[in-house]
């Protein structure tokens, strides 16, 4: 079975500075999708950036960027410039492709960010 | 245009009782999931439909759990015999044509509290 883990309960950063999320996954798939959401107090899931396991070349997305390590198992998102609205919680998110198609989303428990002015 | 839409916002519920939470996807939208949230914990995967039919429902806690989208489009989970420990907000999401490039559109949720 997969497991996504994010070790960071919460995190905090200064507004306009940069901030790095972890989040490590298990798996024994070798094609896959990740994904960062974005849960604002509204509770709408938001997606913020995803990776292709086949790629190596990390996502970026404006501001947000991924640091993704296969062989490690490894998916780290930077935020860059970091603004009031990115306060949010922050999950990373595991999907195996059954037969090539989409499969269900496998979250991790998340990360409590908090953007300070 | 419209987004995934969920109603109600808030269900409180005694224990015991029959509960029955609904998902608008988006016009068109072919794939549809359903999650539980609890407090604290990332989104858990319940039942995926395709069109009319449930591919996978190996998420469903227990037969107290049953879902339905009769005609393709809106979908209802029912919950019977309600317990303290179904209390969770469970989302709804759906995707264009359950591709693996397609994007899951989430719903803002139901908040279920079964006191």
């Known amino acids: 079975a997969q497991t996504v883990t994010q070790s960071q309960p919460e995190m905090s950063v200064q507004e306009a500075e940069t901030v790095t999320l972890s989040c490590t996954y298990d798996t024994s798939e070798n094609n896959y999708y990740l994904f960062w959401y974005k849960q604002p107090p509204s509770r709408q899931m938001i997606l913020v950036i995803r990776q292709e396991a086949y790629k190596q070349q990390n996502a970026t997305e404006n501001r947000f960027s991924v640091n993704f390590q296969k062989a490690a198992k490894s998916f780290s998102l930077k935020i860059s410039d970091s603004q009031l609205g990115d306060t949010a919680m922050y999950f990373c998110?595991?999907?195996?492709?059954?037969?090539?198609?989409?499969?269900?989303?496998?979250f991790g428990k998340g990360t409590k960010l908090s953007v300070k002015p | 245009g419209a987004g995934v839409s969920q109603t109600p916002s808030n269900k409180v519920t005694e224990k015991g009782k029959y509960v029955e939470l609904r998902c608008d996807p988006i016009s068109g939208h072919t794939a549809l999931y359903w999650y539980r949230q609890s407090l604290g914990q990332g989104p858990e995967f319940l039942i995926y439909f395709q069109g009319t039919g449930a591919a996978d429902d190996s998420g469903l806690p227990n037969d107290r759990f049953f879902a339905v989208r009769p005609e393709g489009s809106v979908s209802t989970l029912k919950i019977q015999r309600t317990e303290r420990g179904d209390s969770a907000v469970y989302l709804c999401?759906?995707?264009?044509?359950?591709?693996?490039?397609?994007?899951?559109?989430f719903g803002p949720g139901t908040r279920l509290t079964v006191l």
């Open positions: 998110a595991f999907m195996k492709l059954p037969r090539g198609s989409q499969g269900n989303l496998i």
């Open positions: 999401a759906s995707s264009l044509m359950g591709l693996a490039d397609n994007e899951q559109f």
